[in-house]
């Protein structure tokens, strides 16, 4: 299964998901996997977006600290869908290491963002990481 394409296509739904108004996530969930099903993992992608949406909170609090200067409102809804992905696996999917993620990150920014998501997803991914694991001691690999 394609874990690139998957994240793409939780990044979209996710996207949706903000952008519509009462918009029923497990009905976009299911009518994106669909139309992709043979060549992504279903339950890394319900993973993904069940995550996010369950710990969006806590994940704005991290992308607000990590970037002091962008008030989170200020941030394009793609760069805000971006950066909500790669925190949640680098906080809570352990399986998933932390280069790989933000790696990810970039790329799908540089695919979907504007000209400069791609740096800004970086940067602020690079302080997420400081905090999650500098602080620890543990270098998250």
Excluded: C
């Amino acid at each position: 299964m394609n874990r690139h394409l998957s994240r793409m296509i939780s990044m979209q739904t996710l996207y949706e998901y903000n952008f519509r108004q009462n918009a029923d996530l497990q009905e976009i969930i299911s009518r994106n996997i669909n139309e992709y099903l043979d060549k992504v993992d279903a339950d890394f992608i319900k993973s993904l977006v069940n995550g996010v949406t369950k710990h969006q909170e806590e994940i704005d609090k991290l992308i607000s600290m990590s970037a002091p200067e962008w008030p989170i409102e200020q941030i394009s809804l793609i760069d805000k869908t971006i950066l909500s992905l790669s925190i949640y696996e680098l906080k809570y999917a352990k399986d998933v290491p932390p280069k790989v993620s933000i790696n990810e990150a970039v790329e799908l920014g540089k695919q979907f963002g504007s000209e400069n998501s791609s740096k800004f997803i970086n940067g602020v991914l690079g302080n997420v990481y400081e905090r999650l694991f500098a602080q620890e001691g543990n270098d998250g690999k």
